[in-house]
């Protein structure tokens, strides 16, 4: 086992072991879920409607609420000290790192969508729809939140400050992600929306890794 | 490669770029450059009031343009200056590039604004509402809360030679997104409604181009006087520092 | 002065408005420029200098 897998394993089992924060953060995305409908009013047609919108939305705050400790964690007990000194190259490690996240965080989201599907009274059509765009769009998500949580290392105070710097770079993934989601489950599909939302997955997990690297290099200097 | 090596004579810009030298050669240039904004200025509004008709289709409303279409290129512009300067700071880890990062946020942020303010004030005569979700005005308001979101992460940094290089890497991050930003905004404004209203098209006489230009030059103008005496600034308050934090060093080394 | 027509208060808002702001950004670059100076200055009064204007050897 090399070491690239060995970080997603250790930060795979962590999460297991102390299991909180996997579970904290499915509560809170299933409550945007409940209290949607409740400052929407019980109007079925107007629920199923917004439904893609609310799920995005719900994704989008959720991913980054768990993002904030993703290095913050790692950077006060020294392992990002030690990780710099190991034989395995930065970008690397940021890889590995986003990989596990998607897999603790994002992944059990989509898990969960289900029970937002139901409170929201999501047909069958945008219901496939949605779990496709956000298995294509999660990605994008993980990796530009890594990259404001990598700043968040370096930073004194002000917690709420890397959401704040995401969130205006997050936009295409909100107008790809929904778009795609209507277009999907609507009359006259295209599939240019979910092109474009894999293109832009792409990119930034190509890139995030190196920006990530470069934002934690300097905070463990 | 073209790093020089510490035994060779440093090229003409690193010279001209260390913060003392600058500090010396932009102290002649910060009284000119006041002067020329203030005249730029001066011909620039004489076009904009007196020397320009109405526009025939937006009428007198044109003159609003006058204002909002240079701040509306200075808050690209002032980007662009910021993502130039932070490579500068990622790649040649020059003091001076962190400094210029550092100066022009605060100037690009009241530039959007009066872009965004300016746009309202525009749209309501024009379109009948201060706020369309318009692709341009969409994208500068996105713009608007990057340039603010930068601003506070300058202020969270208590030594700001080392928030230089972080925010130097998120100012990259956005310059790369700002265009993918731009193309969705814009495919998402034309999935939601066919464009009705669209600024592109309206024929610009000479007459309105020239108090346009003017008023153009005079916005960058004033911005490269902010910039830098802003820059001027930032270093003599990175040099005060120093001294203080040597002088408490040295006071506490006699006392022990 | 010459007609600004109906729309005259959205006009001159705009006018006001961006003049505002540009003033306040002035006076900030300003007072902030001025502020370092008196720091340095203040520091030079109680003769803390840089080690390359030090005259004593």
Do not use: C
């Not at chain 2, 011909?43 to 509306?72: C, K």
């Not at chain 3, 705009?14 to 540009?22: D, H, K, T």
């Amino acid at each position: 086992m090399n070491g690239f897998t060995t970080i997603i394993m250790q930060d795979i089992k962590l999460a297991i072991r102390t299991g909180g924060s996997t579970i904290t953060l499915l509560t809170f995305y299933i409550s945007i879920g409940v209290i949607m409908p409740i400052a929407i009013g019980p109007d079925k047609q107007l629920l199923a409607f917004l439904a893609p919108a609310i799920v995005w939305i719900a994704a989008l705050l959720s991913t980054l609420l768990g993002l904030e400790r993703l290095f913050v964690a790692d950077h006060e007990d020294g392992t990002l000290l030690v990780l710099t000194h190991a034989d395995i190259s930065m970008p690397a490690i940021a890889l590995a790192k986003l990989i596990a996240h998607w897999l603790i965080t994002a992944l059990p989201l989509i898990l969960a969508t289900p029970v937002l599907a139901v409170m929201l009274f999501m047909d069958w059509p945008t219901f496939v729809a949605i779990i496709l765009a956000l298995l294509l769009g999660s990605p994008a998500l993980i990796a530009l939140g890594g990259v404001g949580a990598a700043i968040a290392v370096t930073l004194k105070r002000g917690g709420v400050i890397a959401p704040i710097l995401i969130m205006p770079l997050a936009v295409p993934i909100l107008i790809f992600g929904i778009s795609a989601t209507s277009s999907l489950a609507g009359p006259g599909a295209s599939n240019a929306a979910l092109l474009f939302l894999s293109a832009f997955s792409l990119l930034s997990v190509a890139f995030a890794p190196f920006a990530i690297a470069l934002a934690l290099r300097t905070a463990a200097e | 490669m073209t790093q020089t090596a510490p035994t060779k004579q440093p090229n003409w810009f690193s010279r001209l770029a260390h913060p003392g030298v600058y500090l010396n050669w932009s102290a002649y240039l910060v009284v000119p450059l006041i002067i020329a904004t203030i005249i730029t200025f001066g011909i620039g509004l004489w076009f904009a009031f007196f020397n320009s008709p109405a526009d025939y289709q937006m009428g007198e409303t044109v003159r609003i343009m006058y204002i909002h279409v240079p701040n509306a290129w200075l808050s690209q512009m002032v980007y662009a200056v910021m993502a130039v300067s932070a490579i500068g700071s990622l790649v040649w880890r020059h003091p001076l590039a962190d400094v210029s990062m550092k100066a022009a946020a605060p100037l690009g942020a009241a530039f959007t604004a009066i872009a965004l303010f300016t746009g309202a004030l525009w749209g309501r005569p024009t379109w009948g509402t201060f706020w369309e979700w318009d692709g341009r005005m969409t994208s500068t308001l996105i713009l608007f809360l990057m340039y603010v979101g930068l601003v506070a992460l300058w202020s969270t940094f208590n030594d700001q030679s080392k928030g230089a290089r972080t925010i130097a890497v998120f100012t990259l991050v956005g310059a790369i997104n700002i265009p993918i930003i731009k193309f969705s905004v814009d495919w998402w404004n034309t999935l939601h409604q066919p464009s009705i209203i669209s600024t592109e098209g309206l024929s610009m006489p000479a007459s309105i181009a020239t108090p346009l230009l003017i008023m153009m030059l005079a916005f960058t103008l004033l911005f490269f006087t902010l910039h830098m005496v802003a820059m001027r600034s930032e270093i003599l308050r990175r040099r005060a520092n120093n001294l203080e934090r040597r002088h408490i060093a040295q006071k506490m080394d006699v006392t022990s | 002065m010459i007609d600004l027509g109906p729309h005259i208060l959205f006009i001159l808002g705009s006018y006001i408005g961006a003049a505002l702001v540009v003033m306040l950004l002035i006076f900030g670059v300003w007072a902030g420029s001025n502020k370092q100076k008196k720091r340095l200055a203040d520091l030079e009064a109680q003769g803390i200098v840089r080690r390359s204007q030090s005259t004593e050897s």
